[in-house]
């Protein structure tokens, strides 16, 4: 089997959680840290923390009355994904762009991919940096580059696509159009569809993604509203339906990696106490590998008497390495019907018959995701989280979230790992 040099950065879950998908091709099973691995030169790593930092602090500080907002904005704007329409060259790079060529003319990035060019084996990153980094110090091998959301600014396109060897898998066809927006050439372009894990997808046949949703849909569609509607449709692509659902209802709201939304988790906790205790609904909190905001949960619970709640209708997802975290969340994916998180990488999962409640976006790439999912139906967003209890059972009820969860498993592309693979490999 043909193996590649997989590299992500661990700035946020998003890279990372994209890598994770593909670490059966990564080289000896390892994912590099771009930002982040042994022998870094100081100076290289001075310059990644200080972007993480500020990027943690400003999703945090967003939130700050007045001012927070405002400075987001700024910060924001360096980033800004521009109107699709009218149709353009968009080629000239931004400002950040130039920044990130400057510091590279400076030897950034040069110690890793000395490091990397040991072995000459495909290349496949989920960030754009070590690609142009790649590409920039003559990385021996092809440069591929996985897009992680539904649109994108002219900084994920090299400083002159025309002249570039990068290639792009793009998760979607206006992410794929995008890119020649950006002068990047054609046959450097493979739509390919986000990488989902394959751990919740089975083999080409879909056997998990199968079972697991003939469950959901259950759940999702108590009265059979949807169902009466669509029996043709949905016995057609699922087979014949269990006659009752494997496990109770269950929401899991996934918090980003900054740590941010958090207060919405126990918000949407406080409205359905009653339906945790009785047992009718089941809660999965999303911590990550946040220490803080695991401690949030634990205590905001206990201030709730839900205690002995935990493990069982209620559990916090939480875990001190990344890996672990991401075995453990797609685990717990294959028993929830219902994901609700700030539209990032997880809008995605919508193809997993997933449908998506969604919180509010941070940042304009977030924005343009929500906007992906409300167009394809995947998704829907959130009502004010203090009445959950109220307008979730009437959207259930009336088969609001089946009919997502099964427009996002037709309509989405499920198999972007697969096709990524095979093009790796030729």
Same mark, same amino acid.
């Given at each position: ?102 510091? =590279? /003319?400076?030897?950034?990035? %040069?110690?890793?991919?000395?490091? +990397?060019? *040991?072995? &000459?084996? @495909? #290349? ?54 995008? =890119? /020649?927006?950006?002068?990047? %050439?054609?046959?450097?372009?493979? +739509?390919? *569809?986000? &990488?989902? @894990? #394959? ?228």
């Amino acid at each position: 089997m043909n193996k590649a040099r997989v590299v992500s950065i661990n700035m946020g879950y998003g890279h990372q959680r994209t890598a994770f998908a593909l670490k059966s091709l990564a080289l000896e099973g390892k994912i590099v840290n771009a930002n982040d691995y042994p022998g870094m030169p100081e100076v290289d790593r001075v310059i990644w923390e200080r972007t993480r930092k500020f990027y943690e602090f400003i999703a945090s500080f967003k939130k700050t009355p007045l001012i927070g907002n405002f400075a987001f904005s700024v910060f924001d704007a360096f980033q800004k994904i521009f109107s699709f329409y009218p149709k353009k060259n968009l080629s000239k790079p931004n400002f950040t762009l130039k920044n990130i060529y400057s510091l =590279l /003319k400076k030897g950034w990035g %040069k110690d890793l991919v000395g490091r +990397l060019s *040991g072995k &000459p084996i @495909p #290349l496949i990153t989920t960030f754009f940096t070590p690609a142009f980094m790649a590409e920039f110090f003559n990385y021996p091998s092809e440069i591929f580059c996985v897009i992680c959301d539904a649109d994108i600014s002219r900084t994920w396109a090299p400083l002159k696509p025309r002249e570039s060897k990068i290639k792009y898998f793009a998760p979607t066809e206006r992410v794929a159009e995008r =890119l /020649k927006q950006y002068n990047v %050439k054609p046959e450097n372009i493979f +739509l390919t *569809g986000y &990488p989902l @894990p #394959l751990e919740n997808i089975g083999g080409i046949k879909l056997e998990i993604l199968k079972k697991d949703l003939n469950h959901r849909i259950l759940n999702l569609d108590p009265r059979k509203k949807y169902f009466k509607n669509y029996k043709v449709l949905v016995e057609k692509k699922l087979g014949k339906l269990p006659k009752t659902p494997d496990h109770p209802l269950t929401i899991m709201f996934a918090v980003g990696g900054a740590g941010a939304q958090k207060e919405i988790g126990i918000e949407i906790v406080k409205s359905l106490v009653e339906k945790i205790k009785s047992g009718k609904i089941k809660i999965i909190l999303v911590a990550g590998i946040k220490k803080k905001v695991n401690e949030y949960f634990k205590n905001a619970l206990k201030e709730l008497g839900l205690e002995n709640e935990l493990k069982k209708n209620i559990e916090i997802i939480f875990t001190k390495e990344i890996k672990d975290y991401f075995q453990n969340f797609n685990q717990a994916l294959r028993k929830t019907d219902i994901l609700w998180t700030k539209p990032s990488e997880l809008s995605f999962y919508s193809a997993l018959g997933l449908p998506i409640i969604i919180a509010p976006p941070i940042g304009s790439q977030e924005e343009f995701n929500m906007r992906w999912l409300l167009k394809s139906g995947f998704g829907i967003l959130q009502e004010n989280p203090a009445y959950t209890n109220e307008w979730l059972f009437d959207w259930t009820e009336n088969g609001y979230l089946a009919e997502f969860a099964m427009q996002g498993f037709i309509e989405g592309e499920r198999l972007g790992t697969y096709n990524i693979k095979k093009i790796c490999r030729g």
